[in-house]
């Protein structure tokens, strides 16, 4: 059995719904795409530029070789309905929360990897246009990654080895149906400006939690009853039509169901949100509760909680 054929039995009994490989030779696309962008949007600018080190992987990793990339699908878990009108379908099912079954996923992985005697390096790479050119994922005009099998609800892992391995041929472009553009016009605050253009200063993913506030009240007032993250492109997609099976159980979110809803948040003590929310946000400061109360509170006032409002995923 090669190496590679190893991987991909490793990748599979570790869980992954796909592993591909490709080379480390400069993502030229995605530099270019970068650059387009920070041309389109200048206030963003300095957030392209920042993911630009990322084109050229051997500038910083000259001994590496090969990329191996991996998608986890997290479509798969029973996630209580209700925190998904609220919170990104993503976050709730965040590897990097304790509870969650993918946790040390990865860092088996890596370890399977390193077994083989390889040099291993865990991301610096665009992970998403690996996975492209390794032939497990294409790009909607969303600007997500979707995988054969499972839409747009995954993730994207990849490592960097110093082994020369045959790379997979790489994916074919356009996915989407002619003519779609339900994600254009399904955004609240008109990010996706035309197919595959997408101003992050514009995304409500951004300005939940990530841009400096207070957010500008044009796009305050777009941002609905979204409180972390938003899902409205990926619940209108054709292409996740019926990818979402509530195949596995979520005990990480078992007792936060009443702790996650706007009227929770909007007025939670410290003690309640150090000890039950922050556990599963982790990577977010802990002293950032006023951001989830401002969140929350606007939520609350957006006109749109009713489940007639409601957009879920298609299917
Ligand atoms: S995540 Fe939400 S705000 Fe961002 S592009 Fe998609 S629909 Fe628009
Ligand atoms: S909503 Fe339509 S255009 Fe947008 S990513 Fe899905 S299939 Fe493509």
Known sequence: MTHKD???????????????????????????????????????????????????????NPWAKSIVVCVRRYGKYAIPEPLARHIGRNYLCDRRIKGCPDNTVPSRMKAQLAALGMRVRTGGVPSREAAVRAGIVRIGRNGFAYAAGCGSWINIEAWMVDAELEPDTPAPPAPCPEGCRACLDACPTQAIVDPYFINMKRCVAYLTYESPTPVPGELWDKMGPWIYGCDDCQN??????????????????DGVGDKLTPEALASMDQETYTNMIYPLFGYIPPNGLSRWHANAKRALDCGQLSDGDIVRPAG
């Open 6 to 60: 190893q991987i991909k039995r490793f990748a599979a009994e570790l869980g992954y719904h796909a592993c591909g490989i490709t080379g480390v030779y400069p993502f030229e696309n995605y530099r270019s795409a970068l650059q387009a962008n920070a041309e389109r949007f200048p206030e963003a600018g300095e957030l392209y530029r920042r993911m630009e080190r990322r084109a050229t992987p051997l500038a910083l």
């Open 236 to 253: 209108c997609c054709p292409m996740n039509a019926g990818q979402w099976e509530r195949l596995e159980p979520t005990p990480w979110l």
